[in-house]
């Protein structure tokens, strides 16, 4: 499962040499300079050392370097100053995910969407983690809430084409994925995932035939 940012919190109120540099570092994460925008935030951090949206910052772009340990290490201090920050159960819920610890994946992003419900992100995280946990009906429903929410995001159809063809709905897991290519032709995973799926429908058709 690939990772998307929920939408931003709310940074209003905050004093504006702040929001500037906030706005930098979510410009920089965005552009894929993970690095310079941890610098941005940890020079907001020194003065204010509890700032949340920073720590959040740090958080999230530490996970898109894959280095989880310093990821969850901001985003439980974040959690500290701020039990309702969903960013961060968000992210431990994710680390959780990548990790395959469905259980403890399922209780972090469940809390997350119980703050901020409704995110169709979260709802994805959650549905993956919810179908991998072996409650694949609960998995599918939460899945198909996030598209309904987003219906052009390539990484819900996808996740949710991944689940149906694992549930042996090989006709919806196809026409998701097919639904993928048409919105981003050159979707790798998307193509793959025709050619996964095609070979067990057509495997499973032959299996059924002989019996």
């Known amino acids: 499962m690939t990772k998307k940012k929920?939408?931003?919190?709310?940074?209003?109120?905050?004093?504006?040499?702040?929001?500037?540099?906030l706005r930098r570092a979510e410009d920089l994460k965005y552009a894929g300079k993970h690095k310079e925008a941890i610098e941005i935030a940890e020079q907001i951090l020194f003065e204010y050392p509890n700032s949340i949206p920073a720590l959040e910052e740090i958080a999230d772009n530490y996970l898109s370097l894959d280095k989880y340990v310093k990821a969850e290490k901001a985003a439980y201090q974040?959690?500290?100053s701020d039990p309702l920050s969903y960013t961060s159960y968000y992210i431990l819920g994710f680390i959780?995910?990548?990790?395959?610890?469905?259980?403890?994946?399922?209780?972090?992003?469940?809390?997350?969407?119980?703050?901020?419900p409704n995110n169709p992100e979260i709802l994805r995280c959650l549905g993956w983690a919810v179908y991998n946990s072996n409650d694949h009906v609960k998995g599918l429903v939460t899945l198909e809430r996030a598209l309904n929410l987003d219906p052009d995001n390539s990484l819900i159809?996808?996740?949710?084409?991944?689940?149906?063809?694992?549930?042996?709905?090989?006709?919806?897991?196809?026409?998701?994925f097919y639904k993928t290519l048409e919105i981003d032709p050159n979707n790798e995973r998307a193509k793959e995932c025709v050619i996964a799926a095609q070979g067990f429908h057509n495997r499973f058709n032959n299996i059924n035939k002989r019996l």
């Open 6 to 21: 929920p939408k931003n919190q709310d940074f209003s109120g905050l004093p504006g040499h702040i929001l500037d540099a």
């Open 78 to 80: 974040a959690l500290k």
């Open 96 to 116: 959780k995910s990548q990790k395959r610890e469905w259980e403890n994946s399922v209780k972090l992003l469940s809390k997350a969407n119980e703050i901020h």
């Open 157 to 176: 159809l996808c996740d949710l084409g991944v689940c149906y063809m694992q549930s042996k709905d090989f006709d919806k897991a196809l026409s998701l």
